[in-house]
């Protein structure tokens, strides 16, 4: 406004909210996210019906997979979906408990606000007392070895407890440590796990205690003709990456025939090149063939008569895994095939799964890349065993990494509360509020497993208080019996780093919604455009 006069510096149309009003909205829609999924966290959590705008339905209570399906609107509300996805992204547990964690920051920032502590004093208050919170983790944490495989079930189990797939954990957790374990790496003296070398084929039927551990691969193809063997023992396996097939020339290019036996010649030619080509895969001793492209059906006709068991159009990513499975190198020319460029299997066989039939590759020596075939009662089942799978299969894969564990059931959030408020008092001044209010904010784990489990949150939180006072670092919430237990008896164990990055996560989401005092969204698009199209929707 200049002289009575006011100036238009944004489109019409655009909305602004400026100062408290708009701080007080983004925290508002943050908080409602952490609300949404706050019910599911432990293992008496309830599940999500999730239904999308097409009608297929998601039953689920894995944090990140609500908040994906979830169409978010807010900005603010979608900064809090990007913590469950970083968390799921980096340790694949700890999603709800990350923006569960980031909701209660929120909250008792708001609080503070309303005391006028400036939000960049509550910032910097929060960074010192995350910094402070992952020492705190380092301190109670416990070293673990990759041969303890007992402790690793544990962890698996913990991950899986929380997950529909629960009455299964023993089974299940035991699926995952042996996954690990076989394509677990030491790079530069450190231990490397590629998830990715995990495939996990899905096939709904029978039940979950059907699911089981491949050492080897699951193709989910069939041979490429009925006269291959459907069982190869002692399997030599040549992974090609080329096309079985008569090659077309690169440019434009006409066959002019004029005599019938020309026809004869070009056909007769066709099958020299499909039998050499053949040749060349029988003179390296091969008795199995992955192609990542197709097979002419004359070479199929070959093939089959040679005894071969050949699978096309096998996908880029299982040629990959089979190459770490069997040991074969992936060869982009014939030439070069010979029988140090194959791999091995005791068996490749042809299994008939459900109404599919698909190819198992099984007995591979020491191998790097393994297959978990996941069954289930209904399509719904299958999905959510699928996802609790990734979640104990990521678990198992941090803790071996970094080799160390602390306790769950709240045990550590009470912990790093108890000895937040003592280092809050040395700090002194405006932050000393922001790392008190930190130190609050850790207590939402114990105290919402408790509420989800049906006990008394301001009891349970009493008691374990008055545990961690007298030194008992593990103790946690037995959900089952709503007492205070030693969590490292009752098994309930996590890998260091779900605790590390839902702190991160959560902290860092926090500040930036804290830090933003205007928010100016321009006007939306849809309504002008159809207006210029002459007439909106409702005079169509």
Do not use: W
């Not at 020339?249 to 006409?254: K, L, V």
């Not at 509420?451 to 008992?472: F, S, V």
């Amino acid at each position: 406004m200049m002289a009575g006069q006011p100036i238009l510096i944004l489109k019409e149309g655009t909305r602004r909210e400026t100062g408290r009003e708009a701080m007080k909205n983004n925290i508002a829609a943050a908080r409602a996210i952490a609300e949404a999924v706050r019910s599911t966290l432990g293992p008496r959590g309830m599940d999500k019906m999730l239904v999308d705008s097409m009608g297929d339905v998601v039953i689920t209570n894995d944090g990140v997979t609500i908040l994906k399906e979830i169409d978010v609107e807010h900005p603010a509300a979608k900064m809090m979906v990007e913590v469950a996805k970083t968390q799921d992204s980096e340790v694949g547990d700890g999603t709800t408990t990350a923006v569960v964690l980031a909701g209660e920051l929120l909250k008792n920032a708001e609080a503070l606000l309303e005391q006028n502590v400036h939000p960049t004093v509550i910032a910097s208050g929060y960074r010192l007392a995350a910094e402070k919170a992952k020492e705190i983790l380092e301190e109670i944490a416990t070293p673990i070895d990759l041969e303890d495989e007992e402790t690793l079930k544990k962890i698996a189990a913990t991950a899986l407890s929380s997950k529909s797939a629960s009455m299964a954990k023993e089974h299940l957790s035991t699926i995952a440590v042996k996954a690990v374990k076989k394509i677990v790496e030491e790079v530069d003296g450190k231990r490397y796990v590629d998830i990715d070398s995990v495939q996990l084929v899905k096939k709904q039927g029978g039940a979950i205690d059907d699911t089981e551990l491949i050492e080897g691969m699951i193709i989910d193809k069939e041979k490429v003709h009925p006269g291959m063997p459907n069982v190869v023992k002692d399997a030599k396996i040549a992974l090609i990456n080329l096309a079985l097939e008569v090659k077309k020339p690169e440019i434009d290019a006409n066959i002019q025939i004029k005599d019938p036996s020309m026809v004869h010649a070009f056909l007769e030619e066709e099958e020299k090149i499909l039998r050499n080509m053949v040749e060349k895969i029988k003179n390296s001793g091969a008795n199995v063939v992955f192609c990542q492209k197709g097979i002419d059906d004359m070479a199929q006709h070959f093939l089959a008569r040679e005894g071969i068991y050949a699978v096309r159009r096998v996908k880029k990513s299982d040629m990959e895994k089979l190459s770490k499975a069997t040991g074969a190198k992936i060869v982009t020319n014939l030439d070069d095939l010979t029988s140090e460029e194959l791999g091995h299997a005791e068996v490749v066989e042809q299994r008939k799964i459900g109404e599919d039939n698909m190819t198992f590759v099984i007995g591979c020596e020491n191998p790097k890349a393994v297959s978990i075939l996941i069954r289930g009662g209904t399509e719904h089942v299958v999905d959510e065993v699928e996802r609790s799978l990734k979640d104990a299969l990521h678990v198992v894969a941090k803790a071996v990494e970094d080799g160390k564990i602390v306790t769950g059931g709240g045990s550590s959030a009470v912990e790093i509360a108890l000895r937040l408020r003592d280092y809050a008092a040395s700090v002194g001044g405006r932050q000393q509020l922001a790392i008190e209010a930190f130190a609050d904010a850790m207590e939402i784990v114990p105290r919402t497993l408790a509420e989800n489990a049906g006990h008394d949150p301001i009891d349970m939180l009493i008691e374990l208080r008055k545990a961690h006072k007298n030194g008992q670092v593990n103790a946690g919430i037995n959900v089952y019996e709503g007492k205070v237990t030693d969590m490292k008896e009752l098994g309930v164990i996590e890998p260091i780093r779900v605790g590390k990055q839902a702190i991160d996560s959560a902290t860092d989401a926090a500040i930036m919604i804290l830090r933003i005092d205007d928010v100016i969204a321009a006007k939306g698009e849809t309504k002008g455009k159809e207006s210029e199209k002459g007439g909106s929707s409702e005079e169509e």
